[in-house]
């Protein structure tokens, strides 16, 4: 099995930066991607960012230009870089994970694995 922990999350004014992290632990595979998802209450899940394992990276329409998916593939670390973070970003967000590296399935059919979250909360 994989295990994934998040953490970063908090609470910030508009305008401001967070960065999170995902470290998967356990059996995680010869390579595989990584993505970040958000829920809020009311609204469907919704992909957020992924980054396949040699670094090609996808974004959701919304966070396009302000925020940035990386890896550290030693660490078995993912992390998502918020700027410009506005009230509408407000969210949990979860780390999900794709054993066979499939970026694109990931960000449309989502994923059998996810961590427990982190909220960002963002205040006007």
């Known amino acids: 099995q994989v295990q994934l922990d998040e953490s970063g999350g908090g609470l910030v004014q508009a305008g401001g930066s967070l960065r999170l992290s995902c470290t998967a632990s356990?059996?995680?595979?010869?390579?595989?991607?990584m993505g970040w998802f958000r829920q809020a209450p009311g609204k469907q899940r919704e992909f957020v960012a992924g980054i396949s394992w040699n670094g090609i990276t996808l974004y959701g329409d919304s966070v396009k230009g302000r925020f940035t998916v990386s890896r550290d593939n030693a660490k078995t670390t993912m992390y998502l870089q918020l700027n410009t973070l506005k009230p509408e970003d407000t969210a949990v967000y979860l780390c999900?994970?794709?054993?066979?590296?499939?970026?694109?399935?990931?960000?449309?059919?989502?994923?059998?694995?996810w961590g427990q979250g982190t909220q960002v909360t963002v205040s006007a």
């Open positions: 356990g059996h995680t595979f010869r390579r595989y991607a």
């Open positions: 999900a994970f794709d054993p066979k590296d499939a970026l694109g399935l990931l960000r449309t059919k989502g994923s059998d694995y």
